[in-house]
């Protein structure tokens, strides 16, 4: 059967874990050949080998978003290895927790430069190509932190809000060349943040982090990979400029308890 990314290409930023591997797998399935790249080489490799096993063409690099360096090496490996580059998932983004006032220099300016800059690499370096090609499809991975303000999450707020202004503009200035971009906006999704805090410690957060949202369970990493791929494709031939809230119903609350009566 026909997959809906059939003889696509398509780079994924840190496709070897979580958000990125599941999309990684998704775009196999679909049928698109897929550059893996991620600041780490063996978990991108790990995913290419994966992926390979099962038919799928995937080449892995080592890299780091906030380079520009890195970006136009990856770009360069999907047409070096494929021919050309239909879709760029430009998920790579981090988070620190603390207060603003305690945030220092360095800790702000890395979260910036990874979350919001590298988006912007990716699309700076990935928007020629598409329009020399007339056609593209990007999704930025944006959070429902960047719709909304978290405790402690300042730079990650920031930079994350930037991500979905900075994809309307690039809708706006490419929709005329043919390239659509939005991007996913993920409530709490259970990847690896919930796993290196160590088991009793995951399934504690996993239960917080779950209870938060109306569907009372934290997201899967398939769940975003689905919405992913259906915008990556030309199922989504119409959508540009949007943002997609996947989030098990968290930001559909004001925050406000229950009124007596509604319970
Ligand atoms: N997990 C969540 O709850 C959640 C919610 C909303 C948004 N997001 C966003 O989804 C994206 C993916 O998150 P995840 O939870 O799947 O992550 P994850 O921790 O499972 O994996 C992140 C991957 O990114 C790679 N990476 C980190 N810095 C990088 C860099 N500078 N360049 C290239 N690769 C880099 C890491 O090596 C790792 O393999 C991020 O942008 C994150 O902010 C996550």
Redesign the pocket.
Known sequence: MAGILDNKVAIV??G?????AATVRRFVREGAAVVI????GS?AEQVRAEVASTGGRAVALK????EPQGVETTIKLALDSFGRLDVLFN?????EVSLIHQTTLESWERVIA??LT?TFLGLKYAIPIMRRQGAGAIIN?A???GIHGDYGMGSYNAAKAGVINLTRTAALENAKHGIRVNCVC????N???AQILGKDRADEFRRVMGAAHPLARMGE?DEIANTVAFLASDQASFITGASFVVDGGMTAATGLPRLPGAE
């Open positions: 930023t840190a070897g874990s979580g958000i990125g790249a991620d600041l780490s978990r890299m780091d978003v906030a998920n790579a983004g981090m988070a990874v979350t590298g991975t959070s429902i932190s993920p409530g709490a999704i990847t690896r943040v990493p």
